[in-house]
């Protein structure tokens, strides 16, 4: 089975703070996202990445940045966290393609910005 | 620019009812469409998904779903639920061609014995 694992389930952090979210996939997929889904708004892309340090923005980049040294591995930053990112972040992977793939979550970090 | 609209952001039906939930979506070019579950605190799952050809598409646990290109909808539709079908439903879609999804704001579907 496909796997998507994310660093922390819940996470509190300070206005101002610098936030590290990590995502893991053991299925040697190319292509990774972050997502953050609020109620009433669905999921919203943030960034992806279909490849080791290449990245692309999405619909809701500002505020946030990615990286991707390795395969396997695609972490969301947070500069300067601030309260409206509060919310929940969520991770996915697919194999490389034009999009006819599955993508496979992770189970999500809620992220509280006090 | 694609999106994608779920009209009914809650749908209260009764166990072995059956029930849609809607989709509509806009793009000016072909597109795959997908639904997606969220079950509670839970990420979410591949429901079903439309590449081409057959517009009646089936999934797992009895969903399916119809593409009908000229009212660019994609309804997810069960005939008979029951309580652990509570979840939220998220219908995407993606230009072919492209990496990335474009999410409804979803429904959430709240079965009741």
């Known amino acids: 089975d496909v796997k998507v694992t994310q660093s922390s389930r819940y996470l509190v952090k300070r206005t101002g703070e610098k936030v590290f979210l990590e995502c893991v996939q053991d299925?040697?997929?190319?292509?990774m996202f972050w997502y953050r889904q609020d109620p009433g708004l669905g999921l919203r892309l943030i960034y992806f990445s279909y490849d080791v340090k290449m990245k692309e923005k999405g619909d809701i980049p500002e505020g946030y940045s990615v990286s991707r040294e390795k395969k396997e591995r695609f972490s969301l930053i947070l500069e300067s966290a601030s309260t409206n990112q509060t919310s929940m972040y969520l991770c996915?992977?697919?194999?490389?393609?034009?999009?006819?793939?599955?993508?496979?979550f992770g189970p999500g970090t809620r992220l509280t910005v006090t | 620019a694609q999106s994608v609209t779920q009209l009914d952001s809650q749908v209260p039906v009764f166990e072995e009812a059956p029930v849609e939930l809607r989709c509509n979506y806009s793009?000016?070019?072909?597109?795959?469409l997908f639904w997606y579950v969220q079950y509670p605190n839970q990420g979410l799952q591949l429901l079903l998904k439309?590449?081409?050809?057959?517009?009646l598409v089936k999934g797992i646990n009895g969903f399916e779903a119809e593409f009908n290109k000229s009212q660019t909808s994609f309804h997810l539709r069960k005939p008979s639920v029951h309580i652990s079908d509570t979840a939220e439903y998220f219908c995407?879609?993606?230009?072919?061609?492209?990496?990335?999804?474009?999410f409804g704001s979803g429904t959430r579907l709240q079965v009741q014995p």
């Open positions: 299925m040697d997929h190319e292509n």
């Open positions: 995407a879609v993606m230009d072919t061609g492209r990496r990335a999804l474009t």
């Open positions: 996915a992977s697919t194999k490389g393609g034009a999009g006819r793939e599955e993508q496979y």
């Open positions: 439309y590449l081409s050809g057959s517009t």
């Open positions: 793009s000016s070019v072909s597109v795959y």
